[in-house]
């Protein structure tokens, strides 16, 4: 009876340990910057234009605007968890080819960013870009195309509730941090540990444009159950685009049904 009292005490210890680490190391699950740029627009013979925000809270924020002579709108891009805007080439190039301008910043803490990641800094760092295509390179918030992918998923979503924009499309998304958390960590209590919520599911709920989910049934990151959640949460009925591949990967397994889906999307919603 002593041994199995003491192995029970043993696993309540490892469990409580458990919890701790994941309590302190969340910051490192949620955020995966890397300061190193691997390439620019230029590499794919885009010309384009350097540019470093000024947030709110007074962060530096890097970022590129890539023009487009058939200027189709301008699209908004927050990307993933992961890397920097340097690993986003392959989808700056798609949009070039579907003739939008296209632009694309990178969080505090990733590439040239100065700071560090957290869920309100990256608020104010996507607040900094729309308002520099507001009132710098002077586009109408309804020529304005809001796109996340991944985490930038809450990050769109938030945006597009608060500025009359043309259009919002997220790909690759999730519910919510809680939700997803409890996808990867069923056995732990994720919504008395997590510290970070983006919600996406109540931003989209804000949201008055035109909506498009896009999201593989293959997605090993982000199962296809959030794609479904938050389609029945949007105020009115979005376009769906489904694609295949993985998660880091599937806009350009599918890119073919990609491209076509988008361009659909965009001619319905001029």
Not at 105 to 133: I, M
Not at 210 to 225: A, C, N, Y
């Amino acid at each position: 009876m002593k041994h199995v009292i003491s192995f029970f005490i043993f696993v309540i210890f490892l469990y409580l340990l458990l919890l701790i680490y994941v309590y302190l190391n969340q910051k490192k699950m949620v955020y995966y910057p890397l300061k190193d740029l691997e390439g620019d627009p230029s590499n794919l013979g885009f010309e384009f234009r350097e540019i470093f925000l000024t947030t709110a809270d007074n962060m530096t924020i890097h970022s590129w605007y890539i023009p487009s002579e058939k200027n189709m709108g301008v699209i908004l891009f927050c990307h993933g968890n992961g890397g920097n805007l340097s690993h986003r080439l392959d989808t700056i190039r798609i949009f070039h080819e579907l003739g939008f301008n296209f632009f694309i910043f990178d969080y505090r803490g990733y590439g040239q960013s100065t700071g560090k990641p957290s869920e309100e800094g990256t608020y104010l760092d996507s607040e900094s870009a729309v308002d520099y295509l507001i009132n710098e390179l002077k586009f109408k918030p309804e020529e304005i195309i809001i796109m996340g992918r991944s985490l930038g998923g809450p990050i769109a979503a938030r945006l597009a509730g608060k500025y009359n924009v043309r259009a919002l499309i997220l790909e690759s998304t999730f519910t919510s941090v809680p939700d997803l958390g409890r996808d990867f960590y069923p056995y732990l209590p994720v919504k008395l540990l997590v510290r970070y919520k983006y919600p996406t599911i109540e931003y989209i709920q804000k949201c008055k444009c035109p909506i498009l989910l896009i999201h593989s049934r293959l997605d090993e990151m982000i199962s296809f159950k959030h794609f479904e959640k938050l389609h029945e949460a949007s105020p009115e009925t979005p376009e769906v685009l489904e694609i295949i591949g993985s998660h880091n990967s599937g806009y350009i397994a599918s890119e073919e049904i990609y491209k076509s889906g988008l361009e659909n999307f965009f001619n319905k919603h001029k």
